[in-house]
């Protein structure tokens, strides 16, 4: 695989479009040697991995700051991450794919580069296991976002009314909490396939009316899944401050 930055401007972009997991997207990227596009997964709006032939390289890349984490607290696999992230080479022609064909394609990832897909069949409302039930959240009703880096590009904190922002941000109920006390633990939870830690766990207490889907986890990239997942279908605005993340051990 390849893992590359995205630019400033990317991350304004992607910080907007939907998700099609906690933290994760769909989009394509381009293969030089035959001119063909990749379908490769976006993280946190902050890198962009391609399952492709020079896996072994940045994978190595990705084991070491993850070796070099374990058992430390997760201050200090911040500043490893962030210094690992500016080490990176920067994205370029980076493409968004729309909500039924990043669904399609986020199943076959893992399988390596992805050319030519015919367009999936439209969504139908009702898929298995990927949030088929709809609803709204009450007045008391807190839920938790767990994030691979220790800023946000999906949640807004500045102003006196804070924000989510985008559409179909991702999180989890409050049941979450006692399956989910590590970084690590939230990536088998929710079947992620970055491999990086989410150790930065938000509250987010959103108005009541705020529409949502729900649903469990369903096992994807050897992960085991079986979380019960959340998916704003629009930005909210959260009822009061949302505080700094809980910092989470790696594991």
Request: proline content about 7%; charged content about 25%.
């Amino acid at each position: 695989m390849t893992i590359r930055k995205l630019s400033s401007d990317a991350q304004a972009m992607f910080a907007e479009l939907p998700e099609v997991d906690m933290g994760l997207q769909i989009c394509t990227t381009d293969d030089n040697s035959d001119a063909e596009h990749l379908y490769s997964i976006v993280v946190a709006c902050k890198i962009v991995i391609t399952f492709d032939k020079q896996f072994e390289e940045d994978l190595g890349s990705l084991r070491g700051l993850l070796g070099e984490s374990l058992g430390s607290e997760g201050e200090r696999y911040a500043d490893r991450l962030l210094d690992w992230t500016d080490g990176l080479e920067e994205a370029e022609k980076l493409g968004s794919v729309d909500k039924g064909e990043s669904l399609f394609a986020l199943r076959y990832l893992h399988l390596g580069p992805l050319r030519g897909f015919p367009k999936p069949p439209p969504r139908p409302s009702w898929i298995y296991g990927h949030l088929p039930f709809r609803g709204i959240c009450g007045s008391e009703d807190v839920y938790y976002r767990y994030e691979q880096y220790p800023t946000s590009l999906r949640i807004d904190r500045t102003g006196t009314k804070h924000h989510v922002t985008g559409v179909d941000t991702y999180a989890a109920p409050q049941s979450e909490l006692f399956f989910t006390p590590t970084g690590l633990s939230a990536v088998g939870r929710f079947a992620l396939p970055s491999l990086l830690p989410a150790c930065w766990r938000y509250e987010l207490r959103p108005a009541a009316g705020t529409i949502i889907r729900s649903g469990a986890s369903v096992p994807l990239y050897g992960q085991s899944g079986g979380a019960v997942e959340v998916c704003f279908e629009r930005s909210f605005q959260n009822r009061g401050p949302i505080a700094d993340p809980v910092v989470l051990p790696v594991l």
